[in-house]
């Protein structure tokens, strides 16, 4: 299973597999995932309308942050682009350390990586996304199901059999192109909050960006849920499969993330913003 999954992928990077317009990732909220610290939230909030598009910015490092000790949570720094919540957040000087370092990281690793990665044709990459996204369908089904959504984890369940053949593997995504079959991102945080379980305190995680204490304990569970856990793997070989899903997803965005920082008067606050109205807006769909 671990060579398939590596020779599947490597055969798509290098073109064996045709590119075509079937299975083109198209949600966008996909595109930023973990990397950084403005992560899918900013991307689907923008996507949602709770975020107005901005102009990009491409050349180098954005300005800093105007965090200063002075400001108040009450007070709106998103230039009226998102609306203000009243997030707990106990610890924000550690979320807003965290968030630094996010940041350092992706304007110094994970983007100038995924900036080469697109030397990579859009329609391979794109198939390795779809490939991922396939492989995540258990996670989605088994969430679909226990909010008794039992239309979208037939849907789910139908995408994964239509995908994982027509698709040759979940490279391409015949689902939706040919039957109208939509992916339901649903997980365990979504879950959990579905029955009225609160979001908690807000928190940034290295690398893995914005959450809260509900969407944590729900990423645990979601990763025992994960069919590539179960796949007997060096942890190098792990790593590098999850960075490769991130960087590809990475490198398929528009640049959203450099927006934000451009146009936000303070990042932290609008991301902290963003990703609690995407999330509430998700459990609440």
């Known amino acids: 299973m671990r060579h398939y999954v590596i020779l599947v992928l490597f055969a798509t990077l290098v ?22 610290a403005a992560a899918e939230a900013v991307v689907s909030a923008a996507d949602a309308g709770a975020a ?3 102009p990009g910015q491409t050349a180098g490092e954005p300005q800093g942050e105007a965090a200063d000790e002075d400001f108040v949570d009450e007070e709106d ?34 983007k100038p990586i995924a900036r080469g990665y697109r030397v990579v044709p859009e329609p391979a990459r794109k198939s390795v996304s779809n490939f991922f996204s396939n492989l995540g369908t258990p996670v989605r089904f088994a969430n679909a199901l226990l ?3 039992l239309a979208d984890a037939g849907s789910e369940l139908g995408r994964l059999v239509i995908n994982s053949t027509l698709g040759i593997g979940g490279l391409f995504d015949p689902a939706k192109a ?25 928190i ?8 809260n204490a509900r969407d944590t304990v729900g990423m645990v569970g979601d990763f025992f849920m994960d069919p590539l856990h ?10 590098g499969l999850t960075g490769l899903e991130k960087e590809t997803d990475l490198s398929l965005d ?19 913003n963003a990703y609690e109205q995407y999330r509430d807006g998700k459990i609440k769909k």
């Open 15 to 36: 073109g064996v597999f045709p590119a075509g317009k079937v299975g083109a990732a198209e949600d966008r909220a996909a595109a930023v995932v973990e990397f950084p």
């Open 52 to 54: 107005e598009t901005v």
């Open 77 to 110: 720094f998103t230039n009226g682009d998102i609306e203000t919540l009243h997030i707990a957040d106990p610890i924000e000087p550690f979320n807003r350390g965290m968030f630094w370092l996010n940041d350092k990281l992706y304007f110094y690793l994970f």
């Open 147 to 149: 909010q008794f959504k």
């Open 178 to 202: 040919w039957f109208d079959l939509d992916r339901k991102d649903e997980d365990l945080g979504q879950t959990f909050g579905r029955y009225g379980v609160g979001s908690g305190f807000y």
């Open 204 to 211: 940034v995680w290295p690398v893995l960006g914005p959450s």
């Open 230 to 239: 179960y796949v007997e793997m060096k942890p190098a070989e792990r790593l």
């Open 254 to 272: 528009k640049d959203t993330y450099e927006s934000v920082k451009q146009e936000a008067l303070d990042t932290y606050l609008y991301v902290r």
